[in-house]
T-cell receptor
Framework: KAGVTQTPRYLIKTRGQQVTLSCSPI?????VSWYQQTPGQGLQFLFE???????NKGNFPGRFSGRQFSNSRSEMNVSTLELGDSALYLC??????????????FGAGTRLSVL | AQKVTQAQTEISVVEKEDVTLDCVYE???????LFWYKQPPSGELVFLIR??????QNEISGRYSWNFQKSTSSFNFTITASQVVDSAVYFC????????????FGTGTRLLVSP
């Protein structure tokens, strides 16, 4: 069974640009969550999607958005990039999103560098 | 509010030494779930264990063992006879069963095992 796949693995952008990251969950998983990992702030929750609907959102500005498609694949978009957006973006999938019964499995991440 | 504290930023040991990674959490929920993840240099967070708040039984899995003590709000992780391949960053995380359900991560402990 394939794991969580994130593409691309590495990205270099300049300030002001926008970027789209992609995540393919484990087959059968309907919940996809996104996290930002930086040396200063650690791992922070961005948002969670389930059945194409955003269920939870972390404390990030509106420049960070996402969506989920009918096949559960998810994309995350960051507009008007800032230097502080440089981070490892991790995607995680689970069957239902409730970790009382399930486990979140993570992808290898997309490392975004903003110059 | 939920909080996870991993006071040890970095631990260095020599192969075959035992090492314990500390995790202290804060939550007002009576039902919650605790996790440990391992992040090797490749970046992917690898699931190690999940424990629910009602199950204080310690667990051993090969060279890994976990000590959950509700009275001290701690969920410590011990690696016995460490190996170089254990070198990674280890994260403890909390998932509350009510309210804003998201994984709250500690800041991680970097474990360096030298030969």
């Amino acid at each position: 069974k394939a794991g969580v796949t994130q593409t691309p693995r590495y990205l270099i952008k300049t300030r002001g640009q926008q970027v789209t990251l992609s995540c393919s969950p484990i087959s059968g998983h309907r919940s996809v969550s996104w996290y930002q990992q930086t040396p200063g702030q650690g791992l922070q929750f961005l948002f969670e999607y389930f059945s194409e609907t955003q269920r939870n959102k972390g404390n990030f500005p509106g420049r960070f958005s996402g969506r989920q498609f009918s096949n559960s694949r998810s994309e995350m978009n960051v507009s008007t990039l800032e230097l502080g957006d440089s981070a490892l973006y991790l995607c995680a999938s689970s069957l239902s999103g409730s970790l009382a019964k399930n486990i979140q499995y993570f992808g290898a991440g997309t490392r975004l560098s903003v110059l | 509010a939920q909080k996870v504290t991993q006071a040890q930023t970095e631990i260095s040991v020599v192969e075959k030494e035992d090492v314990t990674l500390d995790c202290v959490y804060e939550t007002r929920d009576t039902t919650y779930y605790l996790f440990w993840y391992k992040q090797p240099p490749s970046g992917e967070l690898v699931f190690l264990i999940r424990r629910n708040s009602f199950d204080e039984q310690n667990e051993i899995s090969g060279r890994y063992s976990w000590n959950f003590q509700k009275s001290t709000s701690s969920f410590n992780f011990t690696i016995t006879a460490s190996q170089v391949v254990d070198s990674a960053v280890y994260f403890c995380a909390l998932w509350p069963n009510t309210g804003f359900q998201k994984l709250v991560f500690g800041t991680g402990t970097r474990l360096l095992v030298s030969p």
